[in-house]
């Protein structure tokens, strides 16, 4: 695992931030989808709420590499991060904090918390866009 910097989880911490989950399937199963829960819990794990993502989660139960896009455009500065997704927790202080805060923004209920594990991360934005920084 490698360890997000400073910068990169403030991003996927920041409410305004726009961020998005990209999964495959077996074969050629692609799906994208803005997160907008996605979040740097430590620096090297990623949670997102699951409310309604059949498509998403079928692709993560046939392959568990996943690319998340985190970014902002004033002032620019955005980070693609690629991980392992390593399951759905459905109770538990975790599963508590992210039921609450959606229930608080967008009174949904979320059915369980997704768990990423960063293994690197790239720069999506100038001077770094393309270069990998972790």
Known sequence: MVKMPKEVMDL????????????????LEINVVPKGSLRAMDEETL?????????TNRNLEANP???ALVFRMKPVEGYQVKG??????????LFDFFAKEIKE??????????IIKVE?????????????IA
């Open 84 to 93: 392992r997704f390593e399951g759905f927790k459905t109770s538990g202080e």
């Open 47 to 55: 949670a997102f709420a699951d409310i309604f993502g059949e498509k």
């Open 65 to 67: 590499r996943v690319s």
């Open 105 to 114: 923004r967008l009174r949904m209920e979320i059915r369980g918390v997704g």
């Open 12 to 27: 996927f911490n920041d409410p305004g931030s726009v961020k998005v989950l990209a999964t495959a399937g077996s074969l």
């Open 120 to 132: 690197e991360i790239y720069g999506v934005a100038p001077p770094s866009a393309g270069k990998r």
